[in-house]
């Protein structure tokens, strides 16, 4: 819906007559908030059935003005309801080929910054911890390829909790360098 931010709509009549304008200012959700400028099919017709109503007597089954509010209300809102944009299909699932390329790059990291960040002093999870920041691209490029088939509201929250993940693979990639390097002569 924020493609129609800034756009102005046409908003018409059974008869194609233009009753107004709506001009979009902004959005906040799924709301589209706005200016309305009355058209010259409403300018019209509405002060005509403005002035009948006024001439008329009460109970004739005329509308009154709170009726035309109304039904005006009702006009925009459904013209409002046409004019959603789909929402958009999700991503086709990554290729295992694809899944393979992204892990390798976050192991590949992990090993990499390992041998530069582990200071033999620190304990294996502190030097975990800055791996995981070290190869934040990595790991978020994973996320995201892997993430790519879900709803949008599910994509989300798996972006929001596999981060308490990233961890694991680094200590790992810690207590693997520190035995490879207790085995080297």
């Known amino acids: 819906m924020s493609r129609y931010v800034g756009h102005s709509l046409d908003l ?23 200016t309305f400028m009355p058209g ?12 009948d109503a006024l001439s008329t007597r009460k109970g004739e089954g005329r509308l009154t003005d709170m009726g035309y509010l109304l ?10 309801c046409e004019n959603a ?17 992204a892990f390798e790059a976050v192991r590949g990291c992990l090993k990499q910054k390992a041998r530069v960040l582990d200071d033999n002093l620190s304990d294996a999870r502190t030097i975990a911890e800055a791996l995981v920041s070290a190869c934040a691209r990595q790991y978020q490029a994973a996320a995201e390829l892997h993430g790519r088939g879900l709803s949008p509201n599910a994509k989300r929250l798996y972006l929001e909790q596999v981060p308490s993940t990233y961890i694991e693979p680094a200590l ?14």
Do not use: N
Request: charged residues 30%; without cysteine; glycine residues 6%.
């Open 71 to 80: 039904i005006l209300t009702l006009g925009l809102f459904l013209s409002g």
């Open 40 to 51: 010259p099919a409403l300018g019209h017709e509405f002060a005509q059935r403005k002035q």
């Open 172 to 185: 790992r990639a810690v207590l693997d360098y520190r035995r490879s390097k207790r085995e080297q002569p």
């Open 12 to 34: 018409m009549d059974i008869r194609q007559r233009q009753i107004g304008q709506m001009r979009i200012e902004r959005q906040e959700e799924d709301l589209l908030y706005g």
């Open 85 to 101: 944009p789909q929402p958009r299909p999700p991503l086709p699932q990554p290729s295992e080929e694809e899944q393979r390329v």
